[in-house]
């Protein structure tokens, strides 16, 4: 039998400015196997913080938060690493445009994500990063 001790849970950063939603997509990731939301952040300052203090595996990004962006959490991770961390990143947004996914693409995003639609594409990719995650460990 595998000890599951063994591997740390994957760490998950949830930034999202909708309460109900945020503990809602929290509660959904709180229940695969492996997976720790150790933040949820509603704005771009609360964010950075989280990714200072929390240094996550995974940063999950609404782009339109209640103040600043999605996109300024994305600047700030690419320029500095050091400060923030590598987190893989997702966009789980309602602004799913071709042209916002460019700049999130331009950003290194890693997915992005419609939330209209792709809720389970969303939990399915999280999954996807805990075993990648596990196999380095």
Same mark, same amino acid.
């Given at each position: ?12 950063? #949830?930034? *999202?400015? $909708?309460? !109900? ?9 709180? /229940?695969?196997? =492996? ?17 200072q203090e929390r240094r996550p595996d ?6 339109? #938060?209640? *103040?600043? $962006?999605? !996109? ?9 690493? /050091?400060?923030? =961390? ?31 639609? *792709?809720?389970?594409? !969303? ?15």
């Open positions: 039998m595998m000890a599951h001790t063994t591997c740390p849970p994957l760490k998950v950063l #949830l930034i *999202e400015d $909708s309460p !109900l939603l945020g503990s809602l997509l929290g509660a959904m990731l709180e /229940e695969l196997e =492996g997976v720790a939301v150790v933040a949820v952040a509603g704005d771009e300052a609360e964010a950075l913080q989280a990714l995974l940063a999950i990004v609404d782009l339109n #938060l209640r *103040e600043g $962006s999605g !996109l300024g959490v994305l600047r700030a991770l690419r320029a500095k690493p /050091e400060r923030y =961390g590598r987190p893989a990143t997702a966009v789980f947004t309602n602004h799913a445009h071709a042209h916002l996914r460019e700049r999130c693409r331009a950003l290194g995003v890693d997915r992005f994500f419609d939330k209209a639609l *792709e809720m389970d594409a !969303l939990l399915d990719y999280v999954e996807a990063v805990r075993r990648a995650s596990m196999e380095t460990h």
